[in-house]
């Protein structure tokens, strides 16, 4: 499975969305599950599927789902 399609299943697993709804206009709080638990739930998720771990003013600063592709390439993962 490529990096691209590990990050868009995390994204569909956490939120229950589709793939068609991941784009630049898919931010934070954008649908109901993308509240700060979800997004904790979101963070765990990617952090086992790449095996990093984040720093926590990147987890902050990771509010779209454009964001995390920029913040997820701090830590040598190519979306």
């Not at 939120?15 to 709804?21: I, K, L, M, R």
């Not at 600063?61 to 913040?71: A, N």
Request: glycine share 8%; proline share 1%; net charge negative.
């Amino acid at each position: 499975m490529s990096n691209k399609a590990k990050y868009d299943q995390i994204f569909i697993d956490s939120f229950s969305v589709t793939a068609d709804q991941l784009n630049d206009k898919f931010v934070y709080q954008c649908v109901p599950a993308w509240d700060s638990v979800g997004h904790m739930g979101m963070i765990a998720a990617l952090e086992d599927a790449f095996g990093i771990m984040m720093e926590t003013e990147d987890i902050i600063e990771f509010g779209s789902y454009t964001i995390g592709i920029e913040k997820l390439s701090k830590y040598g993962i190519e979306i």
